[in-house]
Nanobody, 119 residues
Framework: QVQLVESGGGLVQAGGSLRLSCAASGRTFSSYAMGWFRQAPGKDRELVAT????????YYADSVKGRFTISRDNAKNTVYLQMNSLKPEDTAVYYC????????????WGQGTQVTVSS
């Protein structure tokens, strides 16, 4: 079992920055990959970024590439999403998720944190 708790969301003006955090507990954090997803009102949930267990491999959606950075601190059981140059279209509920299957199937989810970017 893995429990995930996100924090760091809020309201920011376009061009600003936010850093999301996701604290994990339960299963050994350094043994599984993590991802950030988001869901805007009326839209499907989309994958934003992923990071493998050792942080040696990351992936970004084209829409955030060059602006967002995913990282993890295995000593603190925490994954981060640094979001820079935010745009109004980044407005969404952001979720962190854990893939303990090893098959890119995210089977544990946090409760989500709202990010709102004003124009």
């Amino acid at each position: 079992q893995v429990q995930l708790v996100e924090s760091g969301g809020g309201l920011v003006q376009a061009g600003g920055s936010l850093r999301l955090s996701c604290a994990a507990s339960g299963r050994t954090f350094s043994s599984y990959a993590m991802g950030w997803f988001r869901q805007a009102p009326g839209k499907d949930r989309e994958l934003v970024a992923t990071i493998n267990w050792s942080a040696s491999n990351t992936y970004y959606a084209d829409s955030v590439k060059g602006r967002f950075t995913i990282s993890r601190d295995n000593a603190k059981n925490t994954v981060y999403l640094q979001m820079n140059s935010l745009k109004p279209e980044d407005t969404a509920v952001y979720y962190c998720a854990a893939d303990t299957t090893g098959w890119a199937r995210y089977n544990y989810w946090g409760q989500g944190t709202q990010v709102t970017v004003s124009s």
